[in-house]
Antibody
Framework: ELQVEESGGGLVKPGGSLRLSCAIS????????VSWVRQAPGKGLEWVGL?????????KYGASVEGRFTLSRDDSKNKIYLDMSSLTSEDTAVYYC??????????????WGQGTLVIVSS | VLTQSPGTLSLSPGQRATLSCRTS???????LAWYQQVPGQAPRLLIY???IRAPGIPVRFSGSGSGTDFTLSISRLEREDFALYYC????????FGGGTKVEI
């Protein structure tokens, strides 16, 4: 069974940095594509970034985090990392990690973690 | 851009719900999905490929549409269906609609 679990959320001061982790089990991790999506309090879903397998080497970011957030992966640990810097109150949100699944040419976010809360406040 | 309507749908259990998602450009059905989110929980995949139910999703949920107009229908609402629904396009960037709240 595929399982996704985020960790690393917490309270951080404006201008600070934080690293989130996403652990995925139940699949060949080195092949996994993973996306991060966030949800500010009372708001909708916002795409943060996408990291494909190391073999494909593609990493993309949403416009609001480009240049401040960095995605990476450690396939030996079955983990994806989201390094966030220059944080502002606008980055306060629940951050979800989701597995990008495919089915005969169709792409979608098949399995989501429960999310980790990031609060940016002084 | 994905535009969902209505913003809120007020219905009773047993009624049919019809949710709309309009894209600013024509998109392939292969990359259009719908998610359900119960408050306090993570989103859950309902429909992918515009019309394919995800494993374990009840048959009362159905997706349709093509081009720029897509629809999620719930044939007879059950109490656990009152939630938020988001459409999603997997493109060069991933985009979500603003959501439709289905309330009692």
């Amino acid at each position: 069974e595929l399982q996704v679990e985020e960790s690393g959320g917490g309270l951080v001061k404006p201008g600070g940095s934080l690293r989130l982790s996403c652990a995925i089990s139940g699949l060949i991790f080195s092949h996994a594509w993973v996306s991060w999506v966030r949800q500010a309090p009372g708001k909708g879903l916002e795409w943060v970034g996408l990291i494909k397998s190391q073999a494909m080497g593609t990493i993309k970011y949403g416009a609001s985090v480009e240049g401040r957030f960095t995605l990476s992966r450690d396939d030996s640990k079955n983990k994806i990392y989201l390094d966030m810097s220059s944080l502002t109150s606008e980055d306060t949100a629940v951050y979800y990690c989701a597995h990008v699944d495919t089915d005969n040419g169709k792409f979608f976010l098949g399995q989501w973690g429960q999310g980790t809360l990031v609060i940016v406040s002084s | 851009v994905l535009t969902q309507s209505p913003g809120t749908l007020s219905l009773s259990p047993g009624q049919r719900a019809t949710l709309s998602c309009r894209t600013s450009q024509s998109v392939s059905n292969n990359f259009l999905a719908w998610y359900q989110q119960v408050p306090g929980q993570a989103p859950r995949l309902l429909i992918y490929g515009a019309s394919i139910r995800a494993p374990g999703i009840p048959v009362r949920f159905s997706g349709s549409g093509s081009g720029t107009d897509f629809t999620l229908s719930i044939s007879r609402l059950e109490r656990e269906d009152f939630a938020l629904y988001y459409c999603h396009h997997y493109g060069d960037s991933l985009t979500f609609g603003g959501g439709t709240k289905v309330e009692i």
